[in-house]
Nanobody, 117 residues
Framework: VQLQASGGGLVQAGGSLRLTCAAS????????MGWFRQTPGKQRELVAS???????NYADSVKGRFTISRDNAKNAVYLLMNSLKPEDTAVYYC????????????WGPGTLVTVSS
């Protein structure tokens, strides 16, 4: 599975961004889709995930502000980020978990989100 994320950029605190990740290749094998983020010196962390049945999971730090969604027909996953804070600044990665796998093994190249104060 190949993943390509887009939608990152520079935004002021309190603003919004929408990230998009398009999957191609063996998309029939995709089960769960997720967004992760990483800042220098820190481990990559899960931001949000969504199953094929659209059950969602969020990091506590983004609950109520971020919304993950997916379009199975388009093999795409989205992350709507509202009320952005400077601490949301990071490189955001989309990833997928294939049916039968116990983890995310397919990753996109990442897109930078910068939130200015």
């Amino acid at each position: 599975v190949q993943l390509q994320a887009s939608g990152g950029g520079l935004v002021q605190a309190g603003g919004s961004l929408r990230l998009t990740c398009a999957a191609s290749g063996s998309t029939f094998s995709i089960d769960e889709m997720g967004w992760f983020r990483q800042t220098p010196g820190k481990q990559r962390e899960l931001v949000a995930s969504i199953t094929r049945g659209r059950s969602t999971n969020y990091a506590d730090s983004v609950k109520g502000r971020f919304t993950i969604s997916r379009d199975n027909a388009k093999n795409a996953v989205y992350l709507l980020m509202n009320s952005l804070k400077p601490e949301d600044t990071a490189v955001y990665y989309c990833a997928v978990q294939r049916v039968g796998d116990r983890g995310y093994f397919d990753w996109g190249p990442g897109t930078l989100v910068t939130v200015s104060s």
